[in-house]
């Protein structure tokens, strides 16, 4: 069965940094694109950023660009957020999918083959 398990987010004030993980069992790690979602309150979920299943491709949001960077050791994937800002407050997901790094983050509520259950980050200002 596949499983993806987040690690613990936090509150971090802003101009802070945060690094999340995102650790995959159950089926052949990497076989599949890693892609980082959020939710904030009242917004749709969105695409974060996204890396193919050897690590050689990423995708970024435009509004994570030069802040976020994504990296991959196996089965593991994680998520370095820096210069965080108090709009970055949601709850952080990851995905694995077949699927290519640009439609992973483009596409955030395709049904991927697993979603772990979500790491609340928030960020004072």
């Known amino acids: 069965q596949v499983q993806l398990v987040e690690s613990v987010g936090g509150l971090v004030q802003a101009g802070g940094s945060l690094r999340l993980s995102c650790t995959a069992s159950?089926?052949?790690?990497?076989?599949?694109?890693i892609g980082w979602f959020r939710q904030a309150p009242g917004n749709e979920r969105e695409g974060v950023s996204c890396?193919?299943?050897?690590?050689?491709a990423t995708n970024y949001a435009d509004f994570v660009k030069g802040r976020f960077t994504i990296s991959r050791d196996s089965a593991k994937v994680y998520l370095q957020m820096d210069d965080l800002k108090a709009e970055d407050t949601a709850v952080y997901y990851c995905a694995a999918g077949f699927v290519s790094v640009q439609f992973m983050c483009n596409s955030p509520h395709y049904p991927y083959d697993a979603w772990g259950q979500g790491t609340q980050v928030t960020v004072s200002s």
């Open positions: 890396i193919s299943k050897n690590g050689d």
């Open positions: 159950g089926f052949t790690e990497n076989y599949f694109a």
